[in-house]
């Protein structure tokens, strides 16, 4: 699946864009295994920002209940990245939101607002009735 998203994720950032993955940042929104926990183990988010950054994208992650990512066996690389806050000027900065975990104490309006390109692998803003040409299903 993490594939997946990740060619999804290319292709949405070309066609909406007219950027290669290799010139971007991206968002991972969620780091933790399911939504509203800090487990992180098994999360094919550490896996999504490992193959955006394989292809030369720049990855940053915003979980608002995993603070930074601890030592983990086989992404050691990650550990001590903090979670980036959810503010309009970060969420501005970077050319892609990749949601990843649907938590809910996240303002999906305001990220729908202010993100360029929305990868939305949770239909969480299909099911807020949040509908725009900026947001792709994954």
């Known amino acids: 699946m993490p594939r997946y ?23 991972v929104l969620g780091l933790a295994y399911k939504k509203n926990v800090p487990d992180i183990r098994e999360s094919p988010s550490l896996k999504l920002i ?32 903090a979670s980036t806050p959810l503010t309009e000027e970060m969420v501005r900065g970077f050319d892609a939101v990749l949601l990843a975990t649907d938590h809910d104490d996240v303002d999906y309006a305001s990220i729908a607002a202010w993100s360029p390109l929305i990868v939305d692998t949770r239909n969480v803003f299909g099911r807020m009735g949040i509908a725009a040409d900026h947001i792709v299903k994954a």
């Open 5 to 27: 998203v990740v060619d999804r994720l290319a292709e949405a950032l070309d066609m909406k864009l007219g950027r290669a993955l290799s010139r971007c940042r991206v968002l």
């Open 50 to 81: 490992e193959l955006i950054e394989a292809r030369g994208g720049e990855a940053a992650f915003h979980d608002p209940h995993v603070q930074s990512i601890p030592a983990t066996r086989e992404y050691l690389c990650f550990k001590g990245r």
